[in-house]
């Protein structure tokens, strides 16, 4: 069981929780192996004529390279249907296994239905999710923008469209106070901030915090030490 894991190309769809990044990588995958356009139906079934009696050489030949990519198209039609299966968590494959879903578009159809309602109450959850979003004690920039970009990929799964200044703003209100002048500076700048160049102004700024604790950690060591060598070789002795 721990090896089949370690094989996955990603994580197991575990339900509404991972939807939004689980679907975006499966479409990736898909992709990769040259399944999705079977499961969406953008590629058809080659279709194979009957060869009459008479045909020559050549309409012979052109039949068995036709069968060959119909072949080839039912070989990757079933994957397809197995990869889905495959990165199903077990407690899921009941919503795949229905005999009546026949196609790996139909098994793909149903995890949409089940999992990408697009319901006020959804919509709710998630963007009160990204409202009270704050980078933790102890977290890196890179963890806390992680977080920031999972909630923005779950709002588009379920066609919540926040907009950028709002998302922009929500993810400097949940920076600690630590960050203080970096925010002010975007905050006071107005006009329309990159994500890119936000992220690497907020990286740069952690860095140059680290490196103060650092020669703040090293100047303490400094003056415990010295302290400590005067101490060495005077005798105590006690006022009468």
Same mark, same amino acid.
């Given at each position: 069981?721990?090896?089949?894991?370690?094989?996955?190309?990603?994580?197991?769809?575990?339900?509404?929780?991972?939807?939004?990044?689980?679907?975006?990588?499966?479409?990736?995958?898909?992709?990769?192996?040259?399944?999705?356009?079977?499961?969406?139906?953008?590629?058809?079934?080659?279709?194979?004529?009957? *060869?009459? &009696? #008479?045909? %020559?050489?050549?309409?012979?030949?052109?039949?068995?390279?036709? +069968? @060959?990519? !119909?072949?080839?198209? =039912?070989?990757?039609?079933?994957?397809?249907?197995?990869?889905?299966?495959?990165?199903?968590?077990?407690?899921?494959?009941? *919503?795949? &296994? #229905?005999? %009546?879903?026949?196609?790996?578009?139909?098994?793909?159809?149903? +995890? @949409?239905? !089940?999992?990408?309602? =697009?319901?006020?109450?959804?919509?709710?959850?998630?963007?009160?999710?990204?409202?009270?979003?704050?980078?933790?004690?102890?977290?890196?920039? #890179?963890?806390?923008?992680?977080?920031?970009?999972?909630?923005?990929?779950? +709002?588009?799964?379920?066609?919540?469209?926040?907009?950028?200044?709002?998302?922009?703003?929500?993810?400097?209100?949940?920076?600690?106070?630590?960050?203080?002048?970096?925010?002010?500076?975007?905050?006071?700048?107005?006009?329309?901030?990159?994500?890119?160049?936000?992220?690497?102004?907020?990286?740069?700024?952690?860095?140059?915090?680290?490196?103060?604790?650092?020669?703040?950690?090293?100047?303490?060591?400094?003056?415990?030490?010295?302290?400590?060598?005067?101490?060495?070789?005077?005798?105590?002795?006690?006022?009468?």
């Amino acid at each position: 069981m721990m090896t089949e894991e370690r094989n996955l190309p990603f994580e197991k769809l575990r339900g509404a929780e991972n939807w939004a990044i689980w679907s975006d990588a499966m479409q990736t995958y898909l992709e990769s192996i040259n399944c999705w356009k079977i499961l969406k139906g953008q590629e058809a079934r080659p279709v194979v004529a009957d *060869l009459g &009696a #008479d045909a %020559t050489d050549n309409q012979v030949k052109e039949h068995e390279r036709q +069968l @060959e990519k !119909q072949e080839k198209y =039912d070989l990757r039609a079933a994957r397809a249907k197995h990869e889905i299966n495959r990165l199903v968590s077990p407690e899921l494959l009941y *919503l795949v &296994a #229905d005999p %009546t879903l026949q196609t790996a578009g139909q098994r793909w159809a149903k +995890l @949409e239905e !089940q999992f990408q309602k =697009d319901t006020m109450a959804n919509q709710l959850q998630v963007v009160t999710r990204l409202i009270e979003l704050r980078m933790s004690d102890g977290q890196c920039i #890179d963890e806390y923008y992680k977080q920031y970009l999972s909630i923005c990929s779950r +709002l588009t799964a379920l066609k919540c469209e926040v907009s950028k200044p709002v998302k922009t703003a929500v993810l400097l209100r949940g920076l600690p106070d630590s960050f203080v002048n970096v925010r002010a500076a975007y905050l006071a700048r107005g006009g329309d901030i990159e994500i890119g160049e936000l992220m690497e102004s907020l990286r740069s700024e952690e860095i140059r915090m680290k490196a103060n604790i650092g020669e703040d950690g090293a100047q303490v060591m400094k003056m415990s030490r010295s302290y400590a060598g005067k101490g060495r070789g005077h005798k105590f002795v006690p006022k009468v």
